[in-house]
């Protein structure tokens, strides 16, 4: 049976007229138009390029609930009530699909409030993503892979990995059966309950929500554990890892370089809205 699910953004749009923000219907996900709202507040800026940024980390977060994201985007259309503001919102709209090319619509019309400046409604294809806990040597090496392909000054020995295993929760991301990533629960420690929460992506496979659902699924495992405080660490000449990071609420607490080595370290925190 095909899988129909609905995802609520937190629009009180959607509860008055009855739709959601997007709806997943088997390996297809349907975004409805997406203004600049901050859902949580219920405020937008006057401001359209801050709007055309709202829209997109709105529709992410969607994305990211259905399992895909941007770069899992085959059509786009743009909504605007003024013809002049579309041209200022291009660099955000590029950043976001610069590298993915949907196809895409640009049309002129009136919205529903008169403080919309931008709607933003978009169709994504996502492939089947599985994640497992690791059990086993041949589980265990292909996590290994993962973290030594995207870590390599910390690139470790199958004995270390082995000692990773007994002490953190280890898991492997599959398309299919094909490997895309892996992530690590570390649990609570010390009076605040600190966890740290890594997801990996293998450079191939970024930009597609996989790095997303690795996290959003360690930082659950997380808080089952009792975590009072998410924290990760990226490599300083990571700018993927630090990038994702900065999307998924991460500010930086510290950086430093580990005794006999010279790569610099960065340790992130999660701010949670409203702390």
């Given at each position: 049976?095909?899988e ?16 959601a ?13 997406t ?8 405020t ?23 399992g895909?994201g ?11 009530p003024?013809?002049?503001?579309f ?13 993915v ?14 403080r ?9 294809r ?8 690791v ?6 090496e ?5 973290h ?29 059966e ?8 570390r ?28 996290y959003?699924?360690?930082l659950?495992?997380?808080?089952v ?22 999307k ?25 809205a409203?702390?």
């Open positions: 049976m095909t129909r699910r609905a995802i609520l953004g937190g629009s009180t749009f959607e509860e008055q007229i009855g739709y923000r997007a709806v997943v219907d088997g390996d297809w996900v349907h975004v409805s138009g203004t600049g709202f901050d859902y949580a507040t219920m937008i800026s006057d401001d359209v390029v801050e709007q055309a940024e709202r829209c997109m980390g709105n529709i992410e977060a969607a994305l990211a609930e259905a895909c941007l770069g899992d985007v085959v059509r786009v259309r743009y909504l605007l003024e013809r002049d503001d041209e200022p919102c291009w660099p955000v709209l590029r950043r976001a699909f610069g590298e090319r949907p196809a895409a619509t640009m049309m002129v019309c009136g919205l529903a409030d008169p919309m400046r931008i709607e933003i409604e978009v169709y994504a996502r492939g089947a993503l599985r994640i497992e806990a059990h086993g040597e041949a589980a265990l292909q996590w290994r892979f993962v030594n392909e995207t870590v390599p000054p910390a690139a470790m020995s199958l004995d270390e990995a082995r000692e990773r295993l007994g002490r953190y929760r280890l898991e492997n991301a599959y398309l299919g094909v490997l895309v990533g892996c992530s690590t629960v649990p609570p420690e010390g009076e605040q309950g600190v966890a740290t929460v890594i997801a990996r992506v293998l450079p191939g496979f970024r930009g597609r929500g996989f790095g997303r659902a690795l959003e699924k360690g659950a495992h997380a808080r554990l009792g975590a009072g405080v998410i924290e990760t660490c990226v490599l300083a000449a990571n700018e993927d890892g630090l990038r994702f990071a900065g998924c609420g991460f500010v930086e607490t510290e950086r430093y370089v580990l005794d006999g080595e010279t790569d610099l370290w960065i340790d992130l925190r999660l701010v949670v409203g702390s």
